[in-house]
């Protein structure tokens, strides 16, 4: 992370900021500066993430606590949006514009003149490599496509801040691999790059920094190995099938890394605190004992029992 | 005014199924137009034509157009989520507003005005320059309407059905009743207007309302629609899909 050396002028800071809709808390007090590289804004859906980049870029006043860029509070500021390139997740583009047409309407309206728009329209939407459907119109575009252009229009006048939203969704595999160089290099140049996802395979080979956001808490923050290893070292829960459950439980019980098996209704649920081990030695063991494994599967795998582990711990 | 805002705008107002269906209005007073001129042959035509344009042009055409611009030129945008492109921009959120509520008017001047000429004309309203008289009575008309209901699609995102309730109840029925009701009419402001520009005798046609008090109360209702609309605009707040 290079927080330390990041400019001031494009530093992004979240200072004890909270979003509440009525009753609802839909961001609880969080805290963070970002001042340069990859930042993946993790978390699962309807966590906040939204909330959160959308108070970044202006359109949310924070209920309590301050959102600034380069040291101003975006809300009410227009002029900071020569700065900062947003990509919402909202697909809505105009459908009656060209990918061409769209992305130098952005550029305009950053106040380019005619000359340095048409430039920067070629040069953006050769980063996202839509050359070959810029004369077409929007409403003709792939999911993937409309999301490259948006990204185009976010990039079009060159910002040092760029809040992208679910960027990845919609696109294909390639699509994505592409969009990530992209965002790597943009970041390269010194941007300041905060986009969010609630996939932790995207967040995991993009993002240098993480931030973990369940249910509007910043639940954990930091180096992404730090984050994946709390996420790995914490206990794991299987159930298994195989051909005697009662004496692989009797042989997993020998093993130092379980820490718990039960066999309820028949069903045989092993919890674990080293997955690793665990997974490399479940094989072997049913083996000496002469078991056939049928079925070995995690019960809480789900992002959401990681993300809440994250916050119970 | 930015001249890409006003573009964009403009392309997205003049969508098909919005400009067909006003077409369609328009025609209609037309074909009513040509309707009386071929089966009153002979009667008073000039005080006919009064009552189509009073009635169709300045009472129904003048305010639909108006209401189905106005509630789109930002409403439209918000609801589909466009409009955040234009407003994470560094452009004054009051010359976009401003911008929006020009196209609106322009739009819905050409959509009311060439009916209500060509109507008029039919009808024969020719005589002591009454079509020419209810065409700029409506283009004012139609300026006050869209600031009204620029400033309502920035109030609620119910803006077409208020805004309907809004012509059939106050203007249609309520503002009429009273002389201090009247006041607050855009159709009496119009029709005031309209007045003024024609030396039709009061039997074919006259307004209620003096000229002074409808340029009065007209132009107060721009500026503080207009204003409550910017205002709107500059305290918006756009959540993500997940708030």
Request: proline residues 4%; aromatic residues 6%; neutral net charge.
């Amino acid at each position: 992370m290079t927080a330390a050396e990041g400019s001031v002028g494009t530093a992004v800071e979240v200072t004890a900021a909270s979003r509440w809709y009525g009753n609802v808390v839909a961001v609880n007090d969080v805290t963070f500066r970002l001042a340069g590289g990859i930042t993946g804004l993790l978390g699962p859906n309807g966590a906040g993430k939204s909330t959160i980049l959308h108070m970044i870029a202006g359109f949310l006043a924070p209920s309590s606590g301050a959102v600034t860029i380069a040291g101003r509070p975006t809300r009410g500021h227009p002029e900071l949006y020569r700065q900062v390139g947003l990509v919402p997740e909202h697909e809505a583009v105009y459908p009656f514009l060209t990918g061409r047409q769209f992305v130098l309407a952005n550029a305009r309206l950053q106040g380019m003149t005619p000359d340095q728009a048409s430039s920067a329209t070629e040069r953006a939407i050769g980063q996202v490599a839509l050359e070959a459907a810029q004369d077409r119109a929007i409403g003709t575009y792939s999911k993937g496509m409309r999301q490259r252009i948006k990204v185009a229009s976010a990039l079009v006048h060159d910002p040092g801040v760029l809040l992208l939203d679910e960027p990845f969704n919609g696109m294909d595999p390639r699509q994505r691999l592409q969009m990530m160089d992209l965002l790597r290099r943009l970041a390269a140049e010194g941007r300041v790059i905060l986009f969010s996802s609630h996939i932790l395979e995207e967040v995991e080979r993009l993002a240098e920094r993480v931030l973990v956001i369940v249910a509007g808490r910043l639940a954990a923050s930091g180096d992404f190995r730090e984050i994946r290893r709390l996420m790995t070292d914490r206990p794991h829960t299987f159930t298994i099938r195989s051909s005697d459950d009662r004496a692989l439980a009797g042989a997993l019980m020998g093993q130092p890394m379980i820490a718990g098996v039960s066999l309820d209704d028949g069903l045989l649920t092993v919890r674990t605190a080293d997955f690793g081990a665990f997974s490399r030695a479940v094989a072997g063991v049913a083996r000496r004992a002469d078991i056939r494994l049928h079925e070995l599967l995690p019960t809480d795998e789900s992002l959401e029992s990681v993300f809440s582990y994250l916050v119970r711990r | 005014m930015n001249g890409v805002i006003a573009a964009i705008t403009l392309r997205q107002l003049l969508s098909r199924r919005r400009t067909v269906l006003l077409l369609l209005l328009g025609g209609l007073m037309i074909l009513v137009a040509l309707a009386l001129r071929i089966g009153a042959e002979g009667a008073n035509l000039p005080r006919f034509a009064a009552v189509l344009l009073e009635t169709f042009g300045v009472a129904t055409l003048m305010p639909l157009v108006a209401l189905l611009f106005g509630t789109a030129t930002i409403g439209a945008e918000l609801e589909e989520g466009t409009a955040i492109y234009l407003l994470a921009k560094p452009v004054p959120r009051w010359v976009t507003l401003i911008t929006k509520l020009v196209v609106a008017a322009v739009c819905s001047v050409a959509l009311t005005c060439i009916p209500v000429l060509l109507a008029g004309q039919l009808a024969g309203g020719g005589q002591h320059g009454m079509v020419l008289a209810f065409t700029i009575a409506a283009a004012a008309g139609s300026l006050i309407y869209c600031a009204i209901f620029v400033a309502l699609s920035l109030i609620t995102s119910r803006a077409l059905i208020f805004g309907l309730g809004y012509i059939l109840i106050w203007e249609g029925v309520l503002a009429g009743l009273f002389a201090g009701t009247q006041t607050f009419s855009v159709r009496q402001h119009t029709l005031a207007i309209a007045d003024t520009l024609t030396d039709a005798p009061t039997a074919i046609f006259s307004a209620p309302l003096e000229l002074g008090t409808a340029l009065v109360v007209g132009s107060a209702v721009v500026v503080l629609a207009t204003s409550i609309a910017i205002r709107r605009l500059l305290l918006i707040e756009i959540a993500g899909e997940t708030p």
